[in-house]
Every structure is written in C-alpha cells, then in structure tokens.
C-alpha cells in the first residue's frame, strides 16, 4: 500500500479535507522521519498526532502521546475514548493509572520520563511519541523533562512534536536530528480563523490597524493623548496633589462585546483575587448572559454535581461566587478553585452555555475552550522574580484561543488601554518575532543515579553531551574557535619589539582566556555531575569500584526511585526515620513538608500535629542543614525546603476532618489545597514501593494514602 493509499484512509475519516501541511508531516512520518509541527493554536496540529495514531495502530504497533499537564492528559483520553474502544486506549499520571498498556496510552510528560530511566523496555512495541506543547521546553522549572525524553528516546521510535510557533524551529529540529533520528520542520504559520485585534479605551473599541495594515490614526492620537495626560500626573504628584485617573470597567468591556456580538469570550486577568473581583462586580450589577432555557440547563449540572460531591459546598467565597454567577453564563477559571470546578466551567463553556470566563494565563496552556474573543486586561504580569512585561509567544498562546474554526468566520483579540500600557506596546506584541527555544536542562540527584546506574562516567558524559543546553554551547565554542584564529593571525603578523611586547602579552592573556571559556562550554554539565557525584559518594548513595564506574548502594537504589525537588532530602529523611513509633498520619504529615510549595508566608499553627511528628520535624532541619552545608562545599545550588504550614492540614484531614475545618488553619485557597495534597499523594505512591525501606515502612504509606485521597481531593478531571 502506497503513502498516498494511507493518508486517503485516513483521510475519509474527516468531514473536511486535511491541510497541506497535515498531508507533508504525515509523508514524513511514513517515510520514517520525526517532525516538529509548529502553527498557531487552533489551527489542526493535533491532526498529525492523530495519524501517527492511525498509522501505529494500522501497523499493530503502539503510541505514546505525552502532555505538560495532568488536565491537558485528561482532556486527551477523553477525547481519545471518543475514537476508540476503551481497551485500546490507556491514562498514566500522577493521579491515576487506567491500561496502562493499551495501544495508546496518554500521559504526563514526567511520567514518559520516568519510563525512560527505569524501563525502557516498555518502548520496544512503541512506534511514535507524540509530544504535544513541545514549547513547554521553555519553561525554566519543567522544561530540563523535555529534553530528557528526547535524549533517552529509543531510536527506532519516531516523535511527533507538536509545539506553537517558535523563532529557531531549525535549531531545535537540527539538534534532535543530530541525536535521535533525522527530524523535518513542518510550520503553518496561517491562522484558520483570522484574527482582528481592538484597543480598548475612552469606552470604545478601536480596531488596531486601518486597511493598510498601519496603526489607526484614532490610536495614534490616543497615544499623544495617553503621554500628556501621565505628564500630568507627574507634574502634579510633583506638587504633592492626587490626580484621578479613570480606570476601565470590566463590565461595561463585557457589555460592549455583547452589543458587538462578540461573545462568548475569555478575559485574561493574571491575579486570582481579580478574575474572582470582576466576577463579583458582574453578580453585584446582575449582568446576565443566558437565555431561561440555558439557565434552567446549567442549575441542573449545578444540583448535579452538589448532589454527587455535597462537599463543595463548605468551599471557599470563591467557590459561592462562581455557583451564583454561572446560572448567568458568567464563570472564572483559575488554580485557587478545586479541579471538580474548573471542569465544570470548560464543559459548560464548550457547549457554550456559558459565555464570558474570567481566567488567568493557565487558561491558556492547551485546554480545549475556544472563544469568539480573547481580553487581555494587562500586558505585563507579575511573575517570582518580579513584575515584566508579556513576552510574544506568552501574548500569541492567549490570543489564540479567539476564533472558533468551523463556527466563526474572524476571531477577535481585546487589549484593554491603560496609561501603562500605549497602543504602540500592543502593535508590538502582535507584530512581534516569536521567542526562541532555550535549553533549561538540569541535573539532579534522581538523574545522576539513573544515569550512572546504566553506564560509566564516560559514557553518561557522552549522554550529557546529548543535550540541547550542549549543543547550544557548542555552537558558542565554535564562534570562540573562531575568535581565538583571528587572535592568532594577529599574533603571527606582530613583530616581537620592545614596543609591541605589552600588546603581545595583552593578546596572549586574551587567547588563554577564550581557551578557557572553549573548555567551560565543550562541558557545561560534567563538572556539576562530578559535584553531585561527591555528594552521593558523601551520602553513602554511590560506592565507587574505580575511577570511572560507581554502583548504585541500596540507598542510592532508594534514592533513584525518588522523583521530587528534594530528593535527596526526602531519601536522607527516610534513612533516619524510626518507623515503628510512627502512625499513617505521621508519616504523610511529615512527607507534606517535603513537598508544599507555598506561594506567599503563612503563620503555622502545628497544634493538629501530633507530639512525635513534631519531634521528627526538629530532625529534619538538622538533616536539611546537613546537606545545605555540603551542597555549599562543593558549590551546587539545588534547593532545599522544609515547609511546615501544610503540615496541619494534612494531619487533620488524615484524620476524618470536614473539607470547612481546614480552613481554619490556613489561608490557602481550595484549589492549592487540592494541588498540595495530590503533590502529596503522588510522592506518598512513589514511595509505596521504593526500595530499601522495611515492609512496615511500606504498609503504613499503603494505609495514609486512602486517608488522604478522598472526597474533594479524590476528584481529578
């Protein structure tokens, strides 16, 4: 059967007929070629994943589709389902294991890479890896998950990598080929719905651009209008008088976009606090989007899901708000709110009952709700190392999502005006170069002892050199060597004088200083593995049986299976645990404060905790203090957190308490509640089976789990 026979079977499978980009991955993919497909959202890149699909099955071989998000791997075995028998499809995150190994099997990035380390036999029947928002690869935290999958993937299977538009496609693609096995670029940089962009100030919208493609004169003079009047300001502020500036109602945005016909929309605010503020003022001034047919349609799946979890309702203010507001049409989506809800509002939304969803940028990463409008309330945001402003591929991810392809002949993008934020500002986000691809690849403990467990230094140097953060550094040697010729040449034509000795030392100096940065960036990783190798040998985690291969002790074996920020911390704190005197409750309560994360200072109140926790809480900060100070020897600079505010909850809840009660020991919203405790359970089944630890040890974490993976906790989508 030709190429052409296979793609026209696949084809008959769609309504419509396939791109021409569509057609040009899928006959590299046949032709035994990986591809990184790079378009705009929304424009049918999960097309080529669904013929890898196709084509896999159609060859009684299997695949594998990795997201970044346990929600983005949800959505996509659902979606899968939908296809598909259930027992060709498989689930695999953190949370839940559901045929693990069926003919296609979604999962979490992390979870790929776990395979990777500990067995890649798994792989031998796999035919495609299909890597879906492969430009998470720029997150600073996750992205180092990325380029391990890549590093490790077997050679005869092929990736399918699916990623939004990026400035060095080339690049990457050049780096995977020169690892892995050859990889083309497939880029569509047409959106399937045009976008038409608005300024919204003086209670108007402004279209962005006149017929020309130009700036509208309207904002041009809005601009002039926008610099006087902050010179205004400043001159009175001088003077030691408030000038009052108009601010923008969120409400009468959305009114305008009602009259427009420019709903269902969703409005981006970076701030929980503000999607659940604009939510409020829209209850406060009974704005209301829906027909009585679509609110009679919502407050059903409303009782339903009370009726099936009566738990939400001792929820948060955030929780109540949202309840009153989307009977309306009108919701907010963010990480403070518990999964159960956010589900709730993305499905109500896709069937669109609901119209208007204030939300913050995780809105933005992959969940299937396109909109007739996007609203960018800010074009900056307040990020851990400060406020900046929004960067092309962050601004390009939000507003994709305007413009629903079969359903909407143009989509539309909102920037709200400020005195902050100029129209000039928004003409250069929408016209602006897209970001380009980093390596953010890092070591850690977990990595090194999976590494050295399969080979010696040699040849883990030779895997590290594998990398992209290598290859990228590489190229910068290159133009060092290149330097350093030039520097040659001009010491080869200088004559040796009394006058040109100072300039000869000079360049010399210079020469031996680029030979220097040469060898720094021909192996940027080996020095920080030789380091982190110390601590392990220190720690009794590694045991060398010559200069270039160590073994694995049982507690380096312990340690490897360990897949957490502090690792090696959480290994340490199990090696120096006396089991017996400890509950199941204990046991989670301490893990918990090995893997909170908190986002701002909370007083703790470890009353609920019980008197022997305590007593291990004051070991560990001597274990942590321990490990901090060697870590300081050998200049590594892995974090390394204990957090006690989470430990409260986890001993009440644990212990039989109602979701309300919680609340009284903390400040946390319901959703980070959520988040920290399946952050906890998901350690807490790592350790189920971790070896070199006492059956008892095991047994007790067995028990915790189910103490804690209950009611709203239990409820993932």
Not at 60 to 81: F, G
Not at 320 to 329: D, I, K, R, S, V
Not at 595 to 620: G, I, N, Q, W
Request: with cysteine.
């Amino acid at each position: 059967m030709t190429d052409t026979d296979i793609i026209a079977r696949f084809q008959a499978q769609y309504p419509f007929a396939l791109d021409t980009f569509q057609i040009e991955a899928g006959r590299h993919l046949l032709d035994g070629r990986s591809v990184l497909v790079t378009a705009p959202t929304g424009s049918g890149k999960t097309v080529v994943a669904e013929f890898a699909i196709f084509d896999a099955l159609d060859r009684q071989l299997q695949v594998i589709y990795t997201t970044p998000l346990k929600a983005l791997s949800n959505q996509k075995y659902r979606d899968l389902l939908e296809v598909y028998p259930e027992e060709r499809v498989g689930l695999v995150t953190g949370d839940l294991s559901n045929n693990p190994g069926a003919d296609v099997v979604v999962m979490t990035t992390e979870i790929l890479r776990n395979i990777l380390y500990q067995n890649p036999q798994r792989l031998d029947s796999v035919l495609y890896i299909v890597v879906d928002e492969c430009h998470y690869m720029n997150d600073v935290d996750r992205g180092t998950v990325w380029e391990e999958i890549i590093i490790h993937a077997p050679s005869h299977v092929l990736l399918v990598a699916l990623s939004a538009t990026i400035a060095n496609a080339d690049e990457l693609c050049n780096w995977i080929s020169s690892i892995h096995n050859p990889m083309r670029v497939v880029e569509h940089l047409e959106r399937s719905v045009p976008l038409n962009p608005f300024y919204y100030a003086e209670e108007k919208l402004i279209p962005i651009f006149n017929s020309k493609g130009e700036m509208d004169a309207k904002l041009e003079r809005l601009a002039v209008k926008q610099k006087q009047l902050k010179l205004e300001i400043n001159k009175s502020r001088r003077k030691g008088k408030k000038m009052s500036v108009p601010g923008i109602s969120d409400t009468e945005v959305v009114r305008e976009l009602g009259r427009k016909q420019m709903l269902p929309a969703i409005y981006f605010i970076f701030s929980r606090r503000n999607c659940d503020e604009a939510l409020s003022t829209c209850l406060d001034e009974k704005m209301a989007l829906t027909t009585e047919d679509e609110k009679k349609l919502i407050e059903a799946e409303i009782k339903r899901l009370l009726d099936e979890h009566p738990s939400l309702k001792e929820t948060g203010p955030s929780t109540e708000n949202l309840l009153l507001a989307l009977p309306f049409g009108i919701a907010s989506h963010h990480a403070g709110l518990v999964p159960v809800l956010r589900h709730l509002v993305e499905l109500l939304f896709q069937r669109n009952l609901v119209k208007l969803v204030f939300a913050t940028e995780t809105l933005a990463a992959g969940i299937n709700m396109p909109a007739r409008t996007t609203v960018i309330s800010s074009l900056s945001k307040r990020t851990d190392v400060g406020h900046r402003g929004l960067t092309v591929n962050e601004f390009t991810q939000m507003t994709g999502r305007a413009g629903r392809r079969g359903k909407d002949k143009e989509g539309y993008c909102v920037i709200l005006g400020s005195l902050h934020q100029s129209p000039y500002q928004a003409c250069e986000l929408i016209e602006g170069d897209f970001d380009p691809i980093q390596s953010h690849f890092s070591l850690s403990y977990n990595m090194v002892l999976n590494l050295l467990r399969h080979g010696e230094r040699k040849e883990v140097r030779k895997i590290l050199q594998r990398s992209f953060g290598q290859y990228l550094s590489n190229k910068e040697a290159i133009n060092l060597n290149l330097q350093l010729e030039k520097k040659k040449q001009t010491l080869e034509q200088i004559k040796p004088t009394a006058e040109t000795k100072s300039y000869v030392r000079h360049l010399r100096s210079q020469m031996r200083s680029i030979q220097k940065q040469m060898k720094v960036q021909q192996e940027i990783y080996l020095r920080e593995f030789d380091a982190l190798t110390r601590v392990l040998q220190y720690f009794g985690r590694l045991k060398p049986d010559s200069s270039q291969h160590w073994s694995l002790t049982g507690l380096g074996e312990m340690t490897s299976h360990i897949r957490a920020q502090n690792d090696l911390l959480i290994s340490l704190a199990l090696e120096n645990l006396e089991i017996e005197p400890l509950t199941p409750v204990d046991l989670a309560v301490i893990l918990s404060t090995l893997v909170y994360e908190p986002r701002r200072f909370m007083k703790h109140d470890l009353t609920p905790c019980s008197r022997t926790a305590k007593k291990v809480f004051k070991d560990l900060l001597y274990v942590a203090d321990d490990l901090r100070y060697i870590q300081e020897v050998e200049n590594i600079h892995l974090p390394i957190t204990i957090e006690f505010d989470f430990a409260p909850l986890v001993a009440l809840w644990a212990n039989g308490c109602r979701w309300s009660n919680l609340f009284k020991f903390t400040e946390m919203t319901d959703g980070d509640v959520v988040r920290s405790m399946r952050q906890l359970i998901d350690l807490l089944r790592q350790l189920e089976t971790v070896p070199f630890m006492p059956p008892e040890f095991h047994a007790k974490i067995r028990e915790a789990i189910p103490l804690i993976d209950r009611d709203l906790i239990k409820l993932i989508y």
